[in-house]
């Protein structure tokens, strides 16, 4: 028989904790496992990151919830590696190859990426992914494309404030461009690497996304779950500003 589960005794913290979210962990799992590690009674996080994504994610616990809308709207930098040459159905390292295009990489000269670098600064425009949640008619876009169903979407205008692309590597001999991205919120940086791997003539994927800032909050703030797991319960709650 199995012994009974024992009931986690939850209380109020109010604060924000900022965390470097680790891969694998989707926004909301993460927050349930830091809300269970503070046995605090009320939780949200401000901004989701996928789980193929590490890197600053706020929780707001209690009366900073409140907060969560402000970073919301927060500016966001993230480094980024795009693999070229390959172009799949999430636009990610998770989805199937559709398409490989081979990689002139005498093409991609420092003008030529400094051209790309100046077209997708600024205002642009995206088209939301199909695996992502935003909602049409009331059902997650990533519904409809796991169930084999592509549905329109209709671009959304962004805001980039910063880019750097350098050419970079994934592995022994893939080629890839290393993205710094400062933008607005509501930019998909898996849409930004998929359009410029196709500016570039080649196409690409990311496989690799980090968030280092959100609203001048540093990854270098930032605990790890590893490092809070190790802690005391009192040096949990200090790590809650």
Known sequence: MNAPRTRVQRRPVHGVLLLDKPLGWSSNDILQKVKWLLRAEKAGHTGTLDPLASGVLPLCFGAATKFSQLQLEAEKTYEAIARLGQTTTTADAEGDVVLERAVDLAAITPERLAQVQAQFTGAIRQVPPMHSALKKDGKALYEYARAGV??????????????????????????????????????????????????????????????IDTGGLGVQRCVTLAALEAMTEDERLACVQ
């Open 150 to 211: 592509e549905v329109e979407r209709a671009p959304r205008d962004v805001t980039i404030h910063a880019l750097e692309l350098a050419v970079s590597q994934v592995g022994k001999a893939q080629t890839a461009i290393k993205i710094i991205v400062t933008c607005s919120k509501g930019t998909y940086i898996r849409t930004l690497g998929e359009d410029i791997g196709q500016a570039l003539g080649c196409g690409a994927h990311l496989t690799f996304l980090r968030r």
